[in-house]
């Protein structure tokens, strides 16, 4: 099993250009979440799903956009992109029982110049 | 927004030394995990607590989750270059989905 993966690993954009980040578990996991981790700091949530056709909003949810059609699948899209947008991003997959692991894939890392 | 902080933000030490790291906050959570980070990798769970008061222990490391389930810390026995890394505490709270993570702890453990 692959696990969390997560494409491209590492992506420059120029301010106002758009991308998708990619996220895909094959551990059937229904809760799915977007962190993006800035250098030396702790992860803040982007997005969150709960289950296919079901998302909801974190901490830092402006200048993004999810979908949830699938199971698997999750991407993150960044609409118009800003230097403020550089960062690293994680995708993580939960399974949504209780008190349960958080399993992150390997991270995006964008740079918005 | 639930702020968790940690500290100190960076530790360097020797070779086998002990240290503890820090996690607080003003809210109360139903369960707290402590995850570890290498560079270039997503974090990894090393263990979740979800009583006040409760201890694990995983080989050298020592968690206790505070009484009243405002705040955590971690303790390192002996500790090991392959300890390296940068440790975050997260906090999930009654009805919510989502962890909220700390601040981070960058652990350096020289040989």
């Known amino acids: 099993n692959a696990g969390v993966t997560q494409t491209p690993k590492f992506r420059i954009l120029k301010i106002g250009q758009s991308m998708t980040l990619q996220c895909a578990q094959d551990?059937?996991?229904?809760?799915m979440y977007w962190y993006r981790q800035d250098p030396g700091m702790g992860l803040k949530l982007i997005y969150y799903?709960?289950?296919?056709?079901?998302?909801d909003k974190g901490e830092v949810p402006n200048g993004y956009n999810v979908s949830r059609s699938t199971t698997e699948d999750f991407p993150l899209r960044l609409e118009l992109a800003a230097p403020s947008q550089t960062s690293v991003y994680f995708c993580?997959?939960?399974?949504?029982?209780?008190?349960?692991?958080?399993?992150f894939g390997p991270g995006t890392r964008l740079l918005v110049l | 927004t639930q702020l968790l902080e940690q500290s100190p933000q960076f530790l360097s030490i020797q070779e086998g030394e002990n240290l503890t790291v820090y996690c607080n906050s003003s809210?109360?959570?139903?369960?707290l995990q402590w995850y570890r980070q290498e560079p270039g990798e997503g974090p990894v769970l090393l263990v979740t607590?979800?009583?006040?008061?409760e201890v694990k222990k995983l080989k050298r490391l020592t968690f206790q989750f505070g009484d009243a389930r405002k705040d955590s810390s971690l303790h390192i026995t002996a500790a090991q270059p392959g300890d390296t890394g940068l440790y975050l505490c997260?906090?999930?709270?009654?009805?919510?989905?989502?962890?909220?993570f700390g601040t981070g702890t960058r652990l350096t453990v020289i040989p």
């Open positions: 607590v979800v009583t006040g008061g």
């Open positions: 809210s109360v959570f139903s369960s």
């Open positions: 997260a906090g999930l709270t009654t009805g919510a989905n989502n962890l909220f």
């Open positions: 799903s709960v289950g296919a056709g079901i998302t």
């Open positions: 993580a997959t939960e399974s949504g029982t209780g008190y349960e692991t958080q399993y």
């Open positions: 551990m059937n996991h229904n809760y």
